[in-house]
């Protein structure tokens, strides 16, 4: 069983501060990671994608990939009250065979204090 | 450029009955997922449609099923509802099965 672990928290960090999220996974095949955003009462919705080691930022995100220890991190800086909401990290295997489920965290709550 | 579209967006059912759920991806994906959401388990993948095929399942009992129209529109069957079944049922859409993953807004299905 293919699996990803997040904290489920909740992080609590006060408005201005970098927020910190942190995911493994289990299958060393992986290959494509990602990083949803939801709100309570709504859909997931796409942040970040990430392929490769090392960083990789857009605007107030920074996604981190460290393939050898199968961790992979979403920074927020400046965090902003309207960035409350859980954070799923996502993972798909790599190519060949017939997985081509897309594995989801359980999430982590995070609360941004004004 | 319109979202994913799931209909309808609530429903309540009583235990025994079939329930069928409609999700149209973005135009011009022919991949669609669909995902069980509840708050113990988290996201769970059901099942994945590639240009009418099913391509991959997850771990759910056979009275999930589902299909996909050739114009990528794709449907979900649960059959004989379970209190268990009780959940945010999810769709997403991507342009091939291994592309970004983009929900539509779910439907949320509630059996009594």
């Known amino acids: 069983q293919k699996e990803v672990e997040q904290n489920s928290g909740p992080l609590s960090v006060p408005e201005g501060a970098i927020a910190s999220l942190n995911c493994t996974y289990s299958?060393?095949?992986?290959?494509?990671f990602f990083w949803y955003r939801q709100y309570s009462g709504k859909s997931p919705e796409l942040i970040m994608s990430?392929?490769?080691?090392g960083d990789k930022e857009d605007g107030r995100f920074t996604a981190q990939l460290n393939k050898a220890s199968q961790y992979v991190s979403l920074l927020i800086r400046d965090s902003q009250p309207s960035d409350s909401a859980t954070y799923l990290c996502?993972?798909?295997?790599?190519?060949?065979?017939?997985?081509?489920?897309?594995?989801f965290g359980k999430g982590t709550l995070l609360t941004v204090n004004p | 450029k319109a979202g994913v579209t799931q209909t309808p967006r609530y429903l309540i059912k009583t235990r025994g009955q079939q329930v069928t759920l409609s999700c149209s991806p973005i135009?011009?994906?022919?991949?669609v997922s669909w995902y069980q959401q509840t708050p113990g388990q988290g996201l769970q993948f059901l099942f994945e449609?590639?240009?009418?095929?099913?391509?991959n399942k997850g771990n759910f009992p056979g009275r999930f099923s589902g299909r996909q129209f050739s114009n990528s529109r794709s449907e979900m069957n649960v059959s004989t509802l379970e209190l268990g079944d009780s959940a945010l049922y999810l769709c997403?859409?991507?342009?091939?099965?291994?592309?970004?993953?983009?929900f539509g807004s779910g439907t949320q299905l509630s059996v009594l």
């Open positions: 990430i392929y490769s080691n």
């Open positions: 996502a993972v798909r295997p790599g190519s060949g065979g017939s997985n081509y489920k897309l594995t």
């Open positions: 299958d060393r095949g992986s290959q494509s």
């Open positions: 449609y590639f240009s009418e095929t099913q391509r």
């Open positions: 997403a859409s991507s342009r091939d099965t291994n592309e970004k993953l983009f």
């Open positions: 135009s011009g994906h022919r991949s």
